[in-house]
């Protein structure tokens, strides 16, 4: 189960290149790389998916606004620093959304 202090630590990595302007570097790279998977896993757990399907995102219970626009822009800027900007705020917005959806979903079922 992914946590939100996962993302907190390599955060806490990535936070120090981004502020040296380095997120290009090799070390920064595999942080990113690490968090981008995280991001996505966590996306996929909170939906309970195994896969995602880009084309079906219509149907996933916890989706943000624009979320296939974002995700093609995070791929293409990854090591930038508006990439990683991007895959926080989009991190923020999934914690959020997935609390809401599962007080919703606690609530209907305990009607």
Avoid: C, W
């Amino acid at each position: 189960m992914i946590n939100k202090s996962q993302f907190e630590s390599l955060e806490n990595e990535l936070d120090v290149y981004a502020k040296k302007r380095q997120l290009n570097s090799d070390l920064a790279k595999q942080y990113i790389d690490d968090y981008f998977e995280l991001l996505l896993l966590f996306f996929k757990q909170i939906n309970e998916i195994e896969s995602i399907d880009l084309n079906h995102l219509d149907q996933y219970p916890v989706v943000p606004m624009n979320f296939l626009e974002r995700y093609q822009y995070m791929l293409k800027r990854k090591y930038h620093f508006m990439g990683y900007s991007q895959m926080k705020t989009l991190k923020n917005e999934l914690i959020k959304m997935n609390a809401s959806y599962q007080i919703r979903r606690k609530n209907q079922n305990n009607n």
